[in-house]
């Protein structure tokens, strides 16, 4: 059967368009409960999708109820909002014989695309029983919008006529002994109404899932949906009511209100802001102070902000607040206050207030339920892991068996009239404070995907054994003969690069860097490709590491270990003896590593005058260049940064940290550095010749001015002047920034200077016009070097091939869009991929710390707030926070001066870089939040300090030899 719809068009010329739209109806679209007589053998159904398998699952044959409310055997049909407030219910195990119709599958498509894919998921799933019904196609079942009738009303009517019809074909049925009913799920007040009117049996899903006397645990998985009139009535509101969509479009239009991403103070719950993006890559940040004007914002939402009167702008400010728990308005009053005490107007930044919620960025949060003080109370807190995120209020009956879990909870909504938002508990990861739950915990928050990689990736991997062919020999040029080796830290597995070097008969030198040819295994598009562009980068944490491809490519097929034949990507230079390059040659190649070299060994092959291999000798002219390089890049401004990395020595049995250390750089990890920036530069300006709107480049932004304040007052604080107009200028006035008798002030500096820099980014260099990486001095910059652990890499590595006519193009990757789309998402995952690192290392320090006991440390004051200084311990580069106001204790005389950050305490002056002992504990009182824990020991303060733990230390552990690393 036809349906046609016929309308006419205006077209911007002023003629007019008809339109024809058919709808094809059917009479052959099974109900998907098999042992119906009804339905004519399955046909194949007009898909939803292409990803809609022709075998998909079907209804169970004999259906089992579990319900109090209906006891007989039944299917449950949900409408929309079902499915997008309740998934975490429908993915639950007891939840089975569910039909989804294509109404309701294509309104969520529509709506939210998380909540589509995994709907889909669980379609897909046969254990679930699950059937997708066609029910726009199918020609009992197809309605028309009734005129005046909404979209919603058409749609809500389409879902209980599919309902009727269901209730009505089954009881047809001859083969069913018993009658199986239909059951409409809906939390619509009106649907529900008009449903029972028409004789159908509905039930709200709380109704429903209350009834399931055998699954009490998903009564805690409701999501909790308030009534906004009902919440008006109940109580005193607290904030104000976000403005509607629509007045936020005209506000937006009128310059009323401005659109930024809300980014929250991790140290203070009343402070955060609001980047707001501007034209031509220009962002500006707005303030937001106080709970009022917060209004309800989460972490990372996008929202619409208003600007306070020029008179009501405050600087940030300098207390550190964490929110402890319920806190009463008075109290509210008084910590705002607070804040309000220390900001001056000299420093005052752009204010504003929230007025909407364009769109909500919530997803599941992990953390510890802080139970109830009443007791039988089934509603608590939840207090999430990221201190970014609101404590979330969630109903549970299993308090007392989650209060030392790790759980996973998912906010359903934030009530003008609570302080919290209301949320629901999903599930359980296991008993906090374990190394395994901590590390799910770690890579769940910063959503590093991780699970083992899908069938459907491991099937494009290459069959095994896996050997060269001759084919593959005479398609690349063949180096086995070179003297190859590769230089890495210890126990890499994933070998990306290698190098040699060796003299020429005319007295010039060949150097070349050879990379791993990753970009041969991973062909575009198929399923192992597109995991590893969603995975972006692997990510190494302290004890393991999570691959963005399969292990037989990253440790085996592709890594260039040595004595194996492998393929690489090879970049050679002809050079002359002071590191001029006179010409380039880029090729696919097949390499045999003489040598799989660690930073140390590379280096005593090189300080060893004995040893005269050709390996060693290729190390040493290496090295040679590498230093003339290096020096050419410094003269051109490129700044020489620190920041302190450390290394953890594993228990072989437990292993847990037995040792912590700051990483010592030799003079191999310079050479290797230079080598692959070389390399990285030569091809970005490669592929940006051949493709000037399509290729993957690097770029990083010179810092805002203001960025650079708090060097500027810490360096003059130690009458030390800093240049900041330019990249050169601040390298050369951080070189000069010496104090005698304060050797490691410099590195102090450096480390400042790195927090003051914005961060690399890539980008499509047909969506952008600035290239310069502003910390290399480089005008262009790309990366090659490392394809087993970036995806960055893969795709520089494909241009380059279609440069070279290696390799044939394909249609995305010359699609700026696309490639700028990509280029987003590598961004981000690579931004996660080092806080989740960030995060291993400070998880295995605490372990260290809470191992190793009470111990005094040296440390360099960072930062100096108005209630604390933070600390930096260079020994195990271990930052941590000495708080002066503590609950319970006697109020301390104490002044803060913005202007040269310090603060005076009892009389004792505190500056940036001043030199303090500390002792180092791990407070375990709050199982969520174990932290480091620094108390002052030296300079002595009564009431403040604390005894000294350990006898006093020598000098020679003050100051570890930290070396210079750079910034990329």
Same mark, same amino acid.
């Given at each position: 059967?036809?349906?046609?719809?016929?309308?006419?068009?205006?077209?911007?010329s002023?003629?007019?368009?008809?339109?024809?739209?058919?709808?094809?109806?059917?009479?052959?679209?099974?109900?998907?409960w098999?042992?119906?007589?009804?339905c004519?053998?399955?046909?194949?159904?007009?898909?939803?999708?292409?990803?809609?398998?022709?075998?998909?699952?079907?209804?169970?044959?004999?259906?089992?109820s579990?319900?109090?409310?209906?006891?007989?055997?039944?299917?449950?049909?949900?409408?929309?909002?079902?499915?997008?407030h309740q998934i975490?219910?429908?993915e639950?195990?007891?939840?089975?014989?569910v039909?989804?119709?294509?109404?309701?599958?294509?309104?969520?498509?529509?709506?939210?695309?998380?909540?589509?894919?995994?709907?889909?998921?669980?379609?897909?799933?046969?254990?679930?029983?699950?059937?997708?019904?066609?029910?726009?196609?199918?020609?009992?079942?197809?309605?028309?919008?009734?005129?005046?009738e909404?979209?919603?009303?058409?749609?809500?009517?389409?879902i209980?006529?599919?309902?009727?019809?269901?209730?009505?074909?089954?009881?047809?049925?001859?083969?069913?002994?018993?009658?199986?009913?239909?059951?409409?799920?809906?939390?619509d007040r009106?649907?529900?109404?008009?449903?029972?009117?028409?004789?159908?049996?509905?039930?709200t899903?709380?109704?429903?899932?209350?009834?399931?006397?055998?699954?009490?645990?998903?009564?805690?998985?409701?999501?909790?949906?308030?009534?906004?009139t009902k919440?008006i009535?109940?109580?005193?509101?607290?904030?104000?009511?976000?403005?509607?969509?629509?007045?936020?479009?005209?506000?937006? #239009? *009128?310059?009323?209100? &401005?659109?930024?991403?809300?980014?929250?103070?991790?140290?203070?719950?009343? =402070?955060a $802001? +609001?980047? %707001?993006?501007?034209?031509?890559? #220009? *962002?500006?940040?707005? &303030?937001i102070?106080?709970?009022?004007?917060?209004?309800?914002a989460v972490? =990372?939402? $996008? +929202?619409? %902000?208003?600007?306070?009167p020029?008179?009501?702008?405050?600087?940030?400010?300098?207390?550190?607040?964490?929110d402890?728990?319920?806190?009463e =308005?008075?109290?509210?009053?008084?910590?705002?206050?607070?804040?309000?005490?220390v900001?001056?107007?000299?420093?005052s930044?752009?204010?504003?207030?929230?007025?909407?919620?364009?769109k909500?960025?919530?997803?599941?949060?992990c953390?510890m339920?802080?139970?109830?003080?009443?007791?039988?109370?089934t509603?608590?807190?939840?207090?999430?892991?990221?201190?970014r995120?609101?404590?979330?209020?969630?109903?549970?009956?299993?308090?007392?068996?989650?209060e030392?879990?790790?759980?996973?909870?998912?906010?359903?909504?934030?009530?003008?009239?609570?302080?919290?938002?209301n949320?629901?508990?999903v599930?359980?990861?296991?008993?906090?404070?374990?190394?395994?739950?901590?590390?799910?915990v770690l890579?769940?928050?910063?959503?590093?995907?991780h699970?083992?990689?899908?069938q459907?990736?491991?099937?494009?991997?290459?069959?095994?054994p896996?050997?060269?062919?001759e084919?593959d020999?005479k398609?690349?040029?063949?180096?086995?003969?070179?003297?190859?080796?590769?230089?890495?830290?210890?126990?890499?597995?994933d070998?990306d690069?290698?190098?040699h070097?060796?003299?020429?008969?005319?007295?010039?030198?060949?150097v070349?860097?050879?990379?791993?040819?990753?970009?041969?295994?991973?062909?575009?598009?198929?399923?192992?490709?597109?995991?590893?562009?969603?995975?972006?980068?692997?990510?190494?944490?302290?004890d393991?590491?999570?691959?963005?491809?399969?292990?037989?490519?990253?440790?085996?097929?592709?890594?260039?270990?040595?004595?194996?034949?492998?393929?690489a990507?090879?970049?050679?230079?002809?050079?002359?003896?002071?590191?001029?390059?006179?010409?380039?040659t880029?090729?696919?190649?097949?390499?045999?590593s003489?040598?799989?070299?660690?930073?140390?060994?590379?280096?005593?092959?090189?300080?060893?005058?004995?040893?005269i291999?050709e390996?060693?000798?290729?190390?040493?002219?290496?090295?040679?260049?590498?230093?003339?390089?290096?020096k050419?890049?410094?003269?051109?401004?490129?700044?020489?940064?620190?920041s302190?990395?450390?290394?953890?020595?594993?228990?072989?049995?437990?292993?847990?940290?037995?040792?912590?250390?700051?990483?010592?750089?030799?003079?191999?990890?310079?050479?290797?550095?230079?080598?692959?920036?070389?390399?990285?530069i030569?091809?970005?300006?490669?592929?940006?010749?051949?493709?000037?709107e399509c290729?993957?480049l690097?770029?990083?932004?010179?810092?805002?001015?203001?960025?650079?304040d708090?060097?500027?007052?810490?360096?003059?604080?130690k009458?030390?002047?800093?240049?900041?107009d330019?990249?050169?200028?601040?390298?050369?006035s951080?070189?000069?920034?010496?104090?005698?008798?304060?050797?490691?002030?410099?590195?102090?500096?450096?480390?400042?200077t790195?927090?003051c820099m914005?961060?690399?980014?890539?980008?499509?260099?047909g969506?952008?016009?600035?290239?310069?990486?502003?910390?290399?001095?480089?005008?262009?910059?790309?990366?090659?070097?490392?394809?087993?652990?970036r995806y960055?890499?893969?795709?520089?590595?494909?241009?380059?091939?279609v440069?070279?006519?290696?390799d044939?193009?394909y249609?995305?990757?010359?699609?700026?869009?696309?490639?700028?789309?990509?280029?987003?998402n590598?961004?981000y995952?690579?931004?996660?991929?080092?806080?989740s690192?960030?995060?291993?290392?400070?998880?295995?320090?605490?372990?260290f710390?809470?191992?190793?006991?009470?111990?005094?440390?040296?440390?360099?004051?960072?930062?100096?707030?108005?209630?604390?200084i933070?600390?930096?311990?260079?020994?195990?580069?271990?930052?941590?926070?000495?708080?002066?106001?503590?609950?319970?204790?006697?109020?301390?005389?104490m002044?803060?001066?913005?202007?040269?950050p310090s603060?005076t305490?009892?009389?004792?002056?505190?500056?940036?870089?001043?030199?303090?002992t500390?002792?180092?504990?791990?407070?375990?009182?709050?199982?969520?939040?174990?932290?480091?824990?620094?108390?002052l020991v030296?300079?002595?303060?009564?009431?403040?300090?604390?005894?000294?733990?350990t006898?006093?230390q020598?000098k020679?552990?003050?100051?570890?030899?930290?070396?210079?690393?750079?910034?990329?």
């Amino acid at each position: 059967m036809l349906k046609s719809k016929i309308f006419v068009k205006k077209t911007r010329s002023g003629g007019v368009l008809k339109i024809v739209r058919e709808h094809y109806l059917r009479d052959d679209i099974v109900c998907g409960w098999q042992p119906c007589e009804e339905c004519e053998a399955p046909a194949q159904d007009l898909d939803l999708d292409q990803d809609q398998a022709p075998d998909r699952a079907h209804l169970h044959d004999e259906p089992l109820s579990s319900s109090e409310l209906c006891p007989q055997p039944h299917f449950v049909l949900p409408d929309t909002n079902v499915v997008l407030h309740q998934i975490d219910i429908l993915e639950h195990p007891a939840i089975q014989n569910v039909i989804i119709l294509q109404t309701v599958l294509q309104e969520v498509r529509h709506r939210s695309a998380p909540v589509y894919k995994r709907i889909k998921d669980v379609i897909h799933n046969p254990e679930k029983h699950f059937y997708t019904f066609t029910n726009e196609h199918h020609k009992d079942t197809y309605i028309e919008q009734k005129q005046g009738e909404g979209a919603n009303d058409r749609n809500d009517r389409a879902i209980r006529v599919a309902v009727k019809w269901y209730n009505e074909h089954l009881k047809k049925s001859q083969n069913s002994n018993v009658h199986i009913q239909v059951i409409l799920m809906t939390n619509d007040r009106k649907n529900k109404e008009r449903a029972l009117e028409d004789g159908l049996t509905a039930f709200t899903c709380d109704e429903y899932i209350k009834s399931l006397a055998g699954n009490p645990e998903l009564i805690d998985r409701l999501a909790c949906i308030s009534d906004a009139t009902k919440e008006i009535e109940s109580s005193k509101l607290i904030f104000t009511e976000h403005l509607a969509l629509s007045k936020i479009q005209q506000g937006l #239009k *009128s310059n009323s209100y &401005l659109q930024g991403t809300f980014r929250a103070n991790r140290d203070n719950y009343l =402070e955060a $802001t +609001v980047w %707001v993006h501007g034209e031509e890559g #220009k *962002s500006k940040e707005i &303030l937001i102070q106080g709970l009022k004007n917060l209004n309800r914002a989460v972490h =990372e939402d $996008t +929202v619409a %902000v208003e600007l306070l009167p020029k008179e009501m702008w405050i600087a940030p400010s300098a207390v550190v607040l964490q929110d402890e728990g319920q806190v009463e =308005e008075d109290g509210e009053d008084e910590q705002e206050q607070l804040m309000k005490n220390v900001t001056t107007k000299n420093f005052s930044k752009p204010t504003g207030k929230v007025v909407g919620i364009i769109k909500r960025n919530w997803r599941p949060f992990c953390g510890m339920i802080s139970k109830s003080v009443i007791k039988e109370s089934t509603r608590h807190l939840f207090t999430p892991a990221d201190r970014r995120i609101p404590r979330i209020r969630i109903e549970t009956r299993q308090a007392e068996a989650l209060e030392k879990q790790r759980i996973i909870v998912v906010i359903d909504g934030w009530p003008r009239n609570s302080r919290y938002p209301n949320g629901h508990f999903v599930r359980s990861l296991g008993t906090a404070g374990s190394k395994e739950t901590e590390t799910e915990v770690l890579l769940l928050e910063h959503d590093v995907p991780h699970l083992p990689f899908s069938q459907a990736v491991l099937s494009f991997l290459p069959k095994m054994p896996w050997e060269i062919t001759e084919q593959d020999l005479k398609e690349r040029m063949d180096l086995r003969h070179l003297h190859i080796c590769s230089v890495d830290p210890p126990g890499c597995t994933d070998i990306d690069d290698a190098l040699h070097c060796r003299e020429l008969e005319n007295g010039n030198l060949e150097v070349g860097v050879h990379i791993a040819d990753v970009s041969h295994f991973i062909r575009p598009g198929n399923a192992l490709d597109q995991e590893s562009a969603n995975r972006g980068t692997t990510v190494y944490l302290c004890d393991k590491r999570i691959d963005m491809v399969p292990e037989l490519l990253s440790s085996n097929l592709c890594s260039l270990r040595s004595n194996v034949n492998r393929f690489a990507f090879s970049c050679i230079w002809e050079m002359t003896q002071n590191a001029e390059i006179l010409h380039t040659t880029f090729t696919k190649s097949v390499i045999d590593s003489k040598a799989s070299l660690t930073y140390v060994e590379a280096q005593m092959r090189m300080d060893d005058e004995n040893m005269i291999d050709e390996v060693t000798k290729g190390l040493r002219r290496l090295n040679k260049l590498a230093k003339i390089l290096k020096k050419q890049r410094i003269n051109k401004g490129a700044l020489t940064l620190s920041s302190p990395e450390v290394r953890f020595h594993m228990d072989s049995e437990t292993h847990d940290p037995i040792d912590l250390q700051t990483k010592e750089l030799k003079e191999t990890n310079s050479m290797v550095e230079e080598f692959m920036l070389l390399a990285n530069i030569s091809v970005a300006q490669k592929i940006y010749e051949e493709f000037s709107e399509c290729a993957l480049l690097r770029k990083h932004p010179a810092p805002p001015p203001s960025n650079y304040d708090i060097l500027v007052k810490a360096a003059s604080s130690k009458n030390l002047i800093i240049q900041t107009d330019s990249a050169k200028a601040l390298a050369e006035s951080l070189d000069k920034a010496e104090v005698p008798g304060s050797p490691y002030l410099n590195t102090l500096l450096r480390i400042l200077t790195t927090r003051c820099m914005m961060q690399a980014v890539y980008f499509c260099s047909g969506m952008d016009t600035d290239f310069h990486h502003f910390g290399l001095a480089s005008p262009i910059y790309t990366h090659f070097t490392s394809p087993i652990r970036r995806y960055s890499d893969i795709i520089v590595h494909r241009l380059l091939a279609v440069a070279i006519d290696a390799d044939s193009t394909y249609p995305d990757i010359m699609d700026k869009h696309k490639q700028q789309a990509l280029c987003n998402n590598l961004n981000y995952r690579h931004k996660m991929a080092q806080y989740s690192q960030r995060a291993s290392v400070a998880c295995h320090t605490q372990l260290f710390f809470k191992n190793k006991g009470i111990v005094d440390e040296i440390g360099y004051i960072l930062f100096v707030k108005k209630n604390a200084i933070v600390v930096l311990i260079p020994k195990f580069g271990l930052e941590g926070t000495v708080f002066f106001e503590e609950k319970g204790k006697q109020s301390l005389k104490m002044q803060y001066n913005e202007e040269i950050p310090s603060i005076t305490v009892e009389g004792t002056l505190f500056k940036m870089f001043d030199k303090v002992t500390v002792t180092i504990t791990v407070d375990a009182s709050n199982m969520q939040h174990q932290k480091i824990r620094m108390g002052l020991v030296d300079p002595v303060i009564p009431g403040v300090s604390i005894p000294r733990s350990t006898p006093q230390q020598s000098k020679a552990n003050e100051e570890p030899n930290v070396k210079k690393a750079r910034h990329i």
